[in-house]
């Protein structure tokens, strides 16, 4: 009987190490992996503590065949372990599904001679046992050599360990007269260190300290050994003091739900136990706990400045740094959207980054933390305190742009009707110019400033008719579109303009066939005409202007690119603002139509632009 309360302590340290790992990295595969194979290893150390406290052997065929069906589940979960060991993609289909397959075939293999001493183990050994720990074995070979890691390589020989022992145990054990003796030599021993070392050392790869990795181990371990305590003596005890009938098949399905009842108990308890148990027991993780829920201030820049001052403090004294998304490197970017804390050399620091990720999961930052306390208290403080500053910047940046938008709403309704004021008497001002310029005697000087006069007026009411457009709501006529027919009659309308300022309009490749879209033809010509004489605006005589067209990922993109003066890049994220313009005689609202216009189709525009090194507009359509 002690044995099987020692098998059950085993099995609550496997399934506290399986939990653990699985918690601190749910998003990589190799740690859920190593989760669900500690998992099946701890379900079949408690099935045999359990028969042990029974009082019935562990070489029955009752007992034997469980252990053979899940050791089945346990190869293929090695097997995904190490195959996508370290941080290395999921095996393919390709290969996962013969390996069901044959694991099918083993537990076939062993249910059909389960009549059979020792339930023909020699068979389900050499169909399937023999060649998962061979294939096993090889996998880890290749892993070792990938990987320079001691922990990582310490992974690779503790699994190497445990399907070694766990073979002989099973093959040499019956030859030798000493099977009882070796599956309890397996239960205890083998799975205890295996799990122990692997488990330790995956914990140490996701930071935490040996302190802290043993801390929440014994106390979770130690909940799963009473939780399983608890349900072993339930059903133990019914079987033993009541008689078999409808009264015992009661209160055994009553019996199981006593596991489900301490394990919500120790839940709701394990906060509790964290502050007054591990606290005491770990200085970092009481230090942590004191800083982590404190509240933050509602104004983004204070919420910052005092999540930095924690993570210093949490770190001891690191030097910790915020950079909004649209400074940090374009490499880094990539590496942090999923979530994933990451190491790089930044400017003459080695750096870890903790990426803070908003509601809809955009990157809106990270923490640059150098130097200093870098383990897994400091990541839990940094990563809580990056997804509270990520909501408080994406909620600061959406009050901002609603006010924004109530600013310019207000604003374009009384330019509309400033606007509308002026249009009247604007016509008929220019009307009288136009008679009195025919009617009038006049000089050829004295004609040219006439000539002005109506050339301003036309100006303005150029600028009062993008007022008026902009106010008003865009309404599509949509018809189907040849992308390539609307590029084509828009150069053909615009390269005689272009070429007498001494500018060439190329469109490349004409010969390629695009999809076509649905939309306004002439408000989606009016767009690209617009671009187009901007980007000769931006252009030097003598300078050319490129249309090219493509379609990928359901969106047809059309690039206007030029080679002038470019963009600032202070300005560049206003450039589709409404009344912001850099030019002395614009008004602001040309490239703001455009970009109303395509989001009307359902579209977006997008720009690239290097100063004295040009830009590139593209209008994205959905095909």
Known sequence: ???????????????????????????????????????????????????????????????????????????????????????????????????????????????????????????????????????????????????????????????????????????????????????????????????????????????????????????????????????????????????????????????????????????????????????????????????????????????????????????????????????????????????????FEHPGDACFTVPALGGDGALVGAFLIGRGTIDRDTYVVARDLAARVAILVERHAAVSELEDARRLASLGQFAAAIAHDIRTPLTSISLNVQILRQKLALSDDDREHLDIALEELGRLDKSVAEILDFAKPVKLVPQTIDVSDLIETMTRGLTHVLSEKGLALRCEPRTVVLPTVQGDAQRLRQVLTNLVDNAADASQPGAEVTVRASAADGRIGIEIEDHGRGIDADDLPRIFEPFFTTRPDGTGLGLAICHKVVRAHGGDIQVRSTQGGGSTFTVLLPI
């Open 1 to 343: 009987m002690i044995g099987g309360f020692i098998a059950l302590m085993i099995a609550a340290i496997g399934a506290a190490y399986a939990g653990l790992v699985i918690r601190a990295a749910p998003h990589r595969r190799d740690n859920v992996m190593f989760g669900l194979l500690a998992a099946t290893d701890a379900s079949m150390t408690l099935w045999r503590g359990m028969i042990a406290i029974s009082g019935e052997s562990l070489v029955d065929n009752a007992v034997l065949l469980p252990c053979a069906l899940g050791t089945i589940v346990l190869a293929i979960f090695s097997i995904e372990f190490i195959a996508s060991f370290p941080r290395r993609p999921a095996m393919s289909w390709r290969w996962r599904c013969p390996l069901l397959l044959w694991g099918a075939v083993g537990a076939a293999v062993v249910i059909m001679s389960k009549t059979r001493t020792g339930l023909g183990y020699l068979d389900a050994e050499y169909v399937f046992f023999i060649p998962a720990t061979a294939l096993t074995l090889l996998l880890g070979a290749r892993a070792w050599r990938r990987i320079d890691e001691t922990a990582g390589r310490v992974i690779i020989a503790a699994l190497a360990f445990r399907w070694l022992f766990g073979v002989g145990a099973y093959f040499l054990g019956p030859k030798l007269h000493i099977f009882e003796a070796a599956i309890w030599a397996e239960t205890t021993f083998a799975t205890l260190a295996s799990l122990v070392v692997m488990g330790t050392a995956v914990l140490r790869s996701e930071l935490f300290s040996m302190r802290s990795a043993a801390a929440e181990v014994v106390t979770i371990a130690t909940i799963g050994f009473v939780v399983a305590l608890g349900g072993a003596f339930s059903i133990v005890g019914v079987l033993r003091y009541t008689d078999s009938g409808a009264l015992q098949m009661a209160l055994l399905v009553g019996a199981s739900f006593v596991p489900l009842a301490l394990s919500g108990f120790a839940r709701m308890l394990y906060p509790r136990l964290e502050k007054s148990v591990l606290s005491s027991l770990d200085e970092r993780r009481a230090r942590r706990l004191a800083i982590q829920d404190e509240p933050l201030s509602a104004e983004p820049t204070a919420a910052v400045a005092e999540a930095i001052r924690r993570i210093t403090a949490i770190a001891d004294d690191a030097e910790v740094k915020w950079q909004r998304f649209a400074e940090l490197p374009p490499a880094l970017v990539e590496q942090l959207r999923h979530g994933e804390p990451h190491r």
